[in-house]
């Protein structure tokens, strides 16, 4: 069995595909990787979202078994992607004997489907790697911002008008909020919290329903210009000066 792959060298190269080109080299003699759990972490939050019916595509899909659960589950229509060729070759492979299961090179950012092609997208991390590189989680540079509005338009675009899009992340609402509150994505927006020791997220968003509005108060000030920060009080007095009335909160 082939050994474990070395960290990047910077949270950046998360995004490029050579390096999971490079992670996933023996994809085929390695255990899945489940980022954020396994589907059993997930299962009571998921499934009841889920109909046998349902076209699933499942975005960034790496060696994860979340396809093949879900295939286990009684939800046999599953197409994953990824942007790494590499790990779609091994997954083909991996997964030969359930021919009903289909992979796919492409990126999450330039989805090569019509219009409502699917009922569900699914990701798992897959936006997480792609911000891995922003140096502060709480102001995302105009790059990171748009990256993730790609993903989140095709998501949007290849939707069916009822269609849902759950997405599985470390990422707490305060910081991902924000970028799934745009109203030019045509949905409404639940969020839940799984997992034991540490929590992770579960965001559901459902086509052809609207955001609160303080979902959407969120949202706008994903672009909005960073506040100035206040001038600097001085103390002429600090006998006589109330200097508690000083400090802004």
């Excluded at 936006?127 to 989680?137: C, H």
Aim: with cysteine; glycine share 6%; proline share 9%.
């Amino acid at each position: 069995m082939a050994s474990s792959p070395p960290l990047p060298k910077k949270n950046s190269e998360y995004r490029e595909a050579q390096y999971w080109d490079e992670r996933y080299r023996h994809a085929l003699d390695t255990a899945p990787y489940e980022w954020f759990g396994n589907y059993e972490a997930f299962r009571d939050l998921l499934e009841p979202e889920l109909q046998p019916e349902d076209r699933i595509l499942v975005l960034g899909c790496g060696n994860s078994a979340l396809s093949y659960e879900l295939f286990c589950g009684g939800f046999p229509n599953v197409l994953s992607v990824d942007y790494s060729p590499v790990v779609v070759a091994a997954m083909r492979e991996r997964y030969a004997h359930v021919p009903v299961l289909r992979w796919e090179t492409m990126d999450a950012r330039a989805l090569r489907f019509p219009p409502g092609t699917f009922d569900v997208v699914l990701e798992k991390g897959t936006l997480d790697a792609l911000l891995a590189g922003e140096r502060d989680p709480w102001t995302v540079s105009p790059e990171g911002i748009q990256t993730v509005d790609e993903v989140l338009s095709e998501v949007s675009r290849v939707l069916t008008p009822q269609g849902r899009f759950i997405s599985l992340t470390a990422a707490a609402p305060h910081f991902r909020v924000r970028h799934y509150a745009q109203p030019g994505y045509g949905w409404s927006l639940r969020h839940a919290s799984y997992g034991s020791s540490f929590h992770f997220h579960f965001y559901l968003m459902h086509k052809g329903g609207e955001l609160s509005p303080a979902q959407q108060a969120l949202g706008a000030r994903l672009r909005a210009p960073p506040s100035p920060l206040p001038s600097p009080c001085f103390l002429q007095d600090s006998d006589k000066e109330d200097f508690l009335n000083a400090i802004e909160f």
